[in-house]
């Protein structure tokens, strides 16, 4: 060998060696979720327990969707969704399911940690990220959290961004309008509600619309048929299964024989909106505020 080249040689190997000792044999990422729990997970995580549609809809918007082990049974969307192992519902998952799926990561949806779901996961020993938004903004930070919890982050930025500039162009549409009162029903029987603690008012608010309920102490308050009487809402949105045109006659028929005087009744104000939308905080969240803004129209002519 020539002599002049092994110095160089060694160098190379010498310097190889640095290298492959700086670079980690795992990476890991440290989060807090929507409950203020401090998460440690080695990335990517590679089999994720997505316990809520929303979570599923924003691995699959973030092309994560091969980074999920196992869905709900109430995870439909994107169709594609529906082939995925299913672990049961939200409050009774098949536990023995999740624990043979060996998962690294459960997504939940849960207020706190004595929820007999988030026990249950943590008993099995899986790492457990809560995602749980109060607005706009807390939506974005968990699609920004499982992009690089998945180790899809330029996608989470992209989503995150367009997200932001529509909420920025419902903002300017609503400059110098006045907001017209709203009831939103959650749920019928009985009537329930959301205070401003949840995503939907701030949906509701970048549609155009004031929560008449806002301010209430309960975040999902169950309401009677005389307080909304008094409160009168000059519209009511009711979150639905648009294809289910059986049970929107129903809720329909209910709202306007219980609440025949409101003005919202009168003047047959009463809007159903596509409850996939508004009760999933993902990347279609403020699609709700805008299929809204259309059908107020009408109103501020």
Known sequence: MNKKLLPLLLLSVFLSSCIKKDIPTTTEVVLKDDIGEQIKVKLPAKRILSMAPSTTEI???????????AVTDFCDYPPE??????IGGYFDPNYEVMSSLKPDLAVLTVDAKDKPSYIGVKNLGVSIYVALPKNIEGACKNIIDLGKLSMHEEK??????KML?????LVQLNKGKEKINALIV?????????N???FMTDVIDLSGLENIYKDEPIDYPTISYEDVTMKDPDVIIIPADTTDEKLMNKNLNELRTKLSTLKAVKNNNIFFVDANVLFRPGPRILDGAFLIRQKLLTLRK
């Open 81 to 86: 969704a529906k082939q995925k192992p299913k």
């Open 59 to 69: 691995l699959f918007a973030l092309g994560a969707d091969s980074n999920i082990a």
């Open 196 to 198: 401003k603690n949840s």
């Open 186 to 194: 959650i749920g019928s029987f009985p009537l329930m509600t959301a």
């Open 156 to 161: 989470a930025k992209l989503i995150t961004d």
């Open 165 to 169: 500039k529509q909420k920025d162009s």
